[in-house]
Every structure is written in structure tokens, then in C-alpha cells.
């Protein structure tokens, strides 16, 4: 196909997906790092949804051991220094707009980055948590990363002068670094281990925000999922579910897709330039 028969093709692509939404009173929408990747968040995946660099942390391995841990404090401490001041994008914004107008049933997120509450959207499902917040597996407190931050460079000020290359959920290249002398500064409360509030990879996402996105499903209009290539089983159980339930599902995402075949309609332009557009069209 020549260049402008695929722009062609885009464009008839979005103007059915404007005309289907306009008349959806009640969207039901998931997200994914393809929405984030603008706010400078990048993703862990390519177009075709493989790995663009190490395999990230797995639950158990945190959970046992101390070098893993200290490998993932190392990354994050360095790391948050860019994804904590990260700015939502239009595509959030467009989200909080539509939320205002009263079509959106429910917002779930696969993203731990929370930029959709920064931009003003409510009721958000954070399918895998926040990196905001910090928890204790022992006495379960939660604690702002914000404020553990600062323990974290207090004692470990020869890593805050490294140089590092930023990379996905916050994390940051620093394998350079000898990992032995990181410190983690353990629970305030009870002297437990510090874990942030995120569903790793090996993790389980917790059921009651899988049972409320269930029931907020059922009773939507229809799914639509945005920069999201649904390669992660916790996320795709929702279009599986949509599909064998007769609710039609849309996607605005570039790449390819799990579970492509189930999708009624696919915009495969950047999330930031065409939400921002639909919105305006269908409100
Ligand atoms: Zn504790």
C-alpha cells in the first residue's frame, strides 16, 4: 500500500470509531504505556510487544532476596528522579475531559505512574498499584516514596551522583554501580521490608479492584483500550470477558495487539493526537 492509502485507511479507521462513539453514553476504558510513553514513561515493549531491554523484577525475587532488592532500590532511586515529576499528556487530559462530560463508566489503568489522578480524573482503577506509595510486608503501613526518597539519598549518596539512563515503571540503568553498597532503609514502623505499592511481574493484582472493574464492565457500552498491546494477561482478561459478553471493543494503540481479532475497531495512530480529537468530536 502506497503512503496515503494507509493514511486513507487511518483516517476512515477514526471516523468510524468517532461515529460508533458518539453514541456511547457509558466507555469503559483501559490503559496502557503507550499513554504514558509521551509523558517521557518509556514502555518495556516494542511494536511487535517484544522486550526492548532486560526482563523486569519478578514478585518473589524481591520478596527473597536482599541483592534484589538492593538492585531495585538502586534503579528506582535514580529513576524517580524523572518519573516522579512526570506530567500527564493530552491523551489524560482528553480522558479527564470525557470523564467530565459523563461517558466514561470507569478509567482502569495497567500504569503505576498515577498521571491519570494528576490529571484530574476520578475513581481510577490502578490495575497494578501506584509507585507513589510504599508498603510494608510486615505490618502493611503505606508510606509516600516521596518521603522515602529522601531516606533513600540520604544514605546512599555515592549512587545519587551516578550517571544513569532512564528506563520503564521508573527504573533506571545503573548496572555499573557496585550493588552491594546499597542501603535500604527499612519500615519506620516495625523494621519490616519496604516494597513499593506495585504488582510486580509474578505478582497478583488484588481482587476487589478486579472484581470492581468486572462489575463496572458489565454495565458499559463498550471497552476501549488505549496504548495498550494487552500482552499482559491482567489487562486482556477484560476484553476477553467484553467480547464473550457482547460488548463491542475499540482500541486506539500503535503496534501490534493480543487478541487483535476480537477488537472491532483499531486506530493505529498516536494515542496523544487522535484522543484529544475524538473527544472534542463525540462530547
Ligand atoms: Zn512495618
Known amino acids: ?49 517484544e522486550w526492548k531491554s532486560a526482563n523486569p523484577i519478578q514478585h518473589n525475587d524481591f520478596i527473597q532476596h536482599e541483592s534484589y532488592r538492593q538492585r531495585y532500590w538502586a534503579r528506582s532511586m535514580v529513576g524517580w528522579k524523572l518519573t516522579g515529576k512526570a506530567k500527564p499528556n493530552a491523551t489524560h487530559d482528553a480522558l479527564t475531559k470525557l470523564q ?38 510486615s505490618c502493611k503501613e503505606i508510606f509516600s516514596r516521596k518521603s522515602y526518597q529522601s531516606r533513600l539519598i540520604k544514605i546512599n549518596t555515592e549512587l545519587d551522583q551516578f550517571h544513569f539512563k532512564i528506563l520503564p515503571d521508573g527504573d533506571a540503568n545503573v548496572e555499573d554501580f557496585e550493588m552491594s553498597k546499597i542501603n535500604i532503609p527499612p519500615c519506620n514502623n516495625c523494621g519490616g521490608i519496604l516494597m513499593p505499592n506495585v504488582v510486580f511481574f509474578g505478582g497478583v493484582v488484588p481482587k476487589q479492584r478486579v472484581e470492581k472493574a468486572y462489575e463496572t464492565l458489565a454495565n458499559s457500552d463498550c471497552l476501549l483500550v488505549i496504548g495498550s498491546s494487552l500482552n499482559v494477561f491482567s489487562g486482556f482478561r477484560f476484553p476477553r470477558w467484553a467480547s464473550q459478553n457482547g ?34 468530536e463525540i462530547i
Not at 496502557?32 to 511487535?48: E, Q
Not at 466514561?104 to 498515577?114: C, F, K, L, P
Not at 500503535?254 to 487483535?260: A, H
Open 1 to 49: 500500500m502506497t503512503s496515503s492509502a494507509v493514511q486513507d485507511q487511518n483516517n476512515t479507521k477514526l471516523e468510524q470509531l468517532i461515529a460508533v462513539l458518539k453514541n456511547k453514553r457509558s466507555i469503559w476504558v483501559l490503559t496502557g504505556a503507550g499513554i504514558s510513553a509521551p509523558s517521557g514513561i518509556p514502555t518495556y515493549r516494542n511494536d511487535k510487544g
Open 100 to 137: 467530565l462530560h459523563e461517558r466514561i463508566s470507569q478509567i482502569v489503568t495497567q500504569n503505576v505512574d498515577g498521571l491519570h489522578r494528576t490529571a484530574g480524573s476520578k475513581g481510577v482503577i490502578d490495575l497494578h498499584g501506584r509507585l507513589a506509595e510504599i508498603r510494608c510486608l
Open 247 to 280: 460488548i463491542p471493543i475499540y482500541a486506539v494503540n500503535q503496534g501490534d495487539m493480543r487478541g487483535q481479532e476480537l477488537i472491532d475497531i483499531v486506530v493505529t495512530e498516536p494515542c496523544e493526537e487522535v484522543l484529544p480529537k475524538i473527544v472534542d
